[in-house]
C-alpha cells in the first residue's frame, strides 16, 4: 500500500511562491503516475500537473503551465510542485495522488491520495 503526505501550503501574496511536497511511503511502482491536483471551495477538482515515478514526460494545466513545476526525488520518495508567479485564483487544497494505470493528464483513476494542503494566495 502506497500512503502519500503533502506539506508545504500555507498563505502567500499574489506573485509570490510555494513548494509543496508529496512524501510516499510504502511500495511503488517504476510506473506509477503521479498527479497534483486541486480544489477550491464550489469547484470540481482539477488536474495541476502529474509525472511519472520512472521517465521524463511531464503534464500540465493550461492554467499553470509556465508558471508550476513538477520534479520528483526518487531517492526520498518524494514529489514536488515548484509553483511561482502564484495568482488568487490558485488558492485551493492541493492534493498528491498516486495510480497505476492513470493516464497522464487526469483528475481520475488514482489510486493513492494524500491529506490535502492548503494554498490560499492573497491579492
Known amino acids: 500500500q502506497v500512503q502519500l503526505v503533502e506539506s508545504g501550503g500555507g498563505l502567500v501574496q499574489a506573485g509570490g511562491s510555494l513548494r509543496l511536497s508529496c512524501a510516499a511511503s510504502?511500495?511503488?511502482?517504476?510506473?506509477?503516475?503521479m498527479g497534483w491536483l486541486r480544489q477550491a471551495p464550489g469547484k470540481e477538482r482539477e488536474f495541476v500537473a502529474g509525472t511519472r515515478w520512472s521517465g521524463g514526460s511531464t503534464f500540465y494545466a493550461d492554467s499553470v503551465k509556465g508558471r508550476f513545476t513538477i520534479s520528483r526525488d526518487n531517492a526520498k520518495n518524494t514529489v514536488y510542485l515548484q509553483m511561482n508567479s502564484l495568482k488568487p485564483e490558485d488558492t485551493a487544497v492541493y492534493y498528491c495522488?498516486?495510480?497505476?494505470?492513470?493516464?497522464?493528464?487526469?483528475?481520475?483513476?488514482?489510486?493513492?491520495w494524500g491529506q490535502g494542503t492548503q494554498v490560499t494566495v492573497s491579492s
Open positions: 495522488a498516486a495510480g497505476a494505470y492513470v493516464r497522464l493528464p487526469s483528475r481520475n483513476g488514482y489510486d493513492y
Open positions: 510504502g511500495r511503488t511502482f517504476n510506473n506509477y503516475a
